[in-house]
C-alpha cells in the first residue's frame, strides 16, 4: 500500500529534494505530499494572511484525509527568500507553527525542520 507523509516546505527549489529524502526516511513513506509557500512557517506564525491559511489547511486535510499521511512536516530554512529574518526568528516561526498545526490536526506526528542550503537538517 502506498504510504504518505506531508510537507508543508517553502517553495524554493533549493531545499526540495533534501526535504523529500529526509522526510521518506524519517516516517518511513514512499512518497511526499508537498504543499509549498513562501516562507510557510513565517504564514502559519503570523496567521495574518486568511487566504494562504485556508489554502494550506484544505491541501493538508487531502493528504490526511484521502492518503492517510502519517506526518507533517513544517519547514523553514537558510537564505530564504520568503522569510528573510535571522535563524532564531525562523526558529520561533517554526515553534508558533508546529503548535497551531498541532491543535489543527490532532492525532498525527508534527515536526519541524530547519534546513540549511548544504543539505544539512535538524530537527527543530
Ligand atoms: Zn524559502
Known amino acids: 500500500m502506498n504510504?504518505?507523509?506531508?510537507?508543508?516546505?517553502?517553495?524554493?527549489?533549493?531545499?526540495?529534494?533534501?526535504?523529500s529524502c529526509y522526510l521518506k526516511n524519517r516516517f518511513s513513506a514512499q512518497f511526499v505530499d508537498t504543499i509549498t509557500e513562501p516562507g510557510p512557517n513565517r504564514i502559519i506564525a503570523e496567521q495574518d494572511d486568511f487566504h494562504s491559511i485556508?489554502?494550506?489547511?484544505n491541501r493538508l486535510r487531502i493528504s490526511i484525509e484521502k492518503h492517510n499521511s502519517v506526518g507533517i512536516a513544517i519547514v523553514g530554512h537558510e537564505d530564504c527568500a520568503g522569510n528573510p529574518v535571522e535563524k532564531s526568528e525562523q526558529i520561533l516561526h517554526l515553534q508558533?507553527?508546529?503548535?497551531?498545526?498541532?491543535k489543527q490536526f490532532a492525532g498525527i506526528e508534527i515536526i519541524a525542520l530547519w534546513v540549511e542550503l548544504s543539505g544539512k537538517i535538524s530537527e527543530i
Not at 5 to 14: L, S, V
Not at 96 to 102: D, E, G, N, P
Request: hydrophobic fraction near 35%; charge should be positive; proline fraction near 0%.
Open 3 to 19: 504510504k504518505f507523509c506531508t510537507a508543508i516546505n517553502c517553495m524554493d527549489g533549493r531545499v526540495q529534494e533534501f526535504v
Open 54 to 57: 485556508r489554502s494550506i489547511q
Open 96 to 102: 508558533k507553527s508546529t503548535q497551531w498545526l498541532k
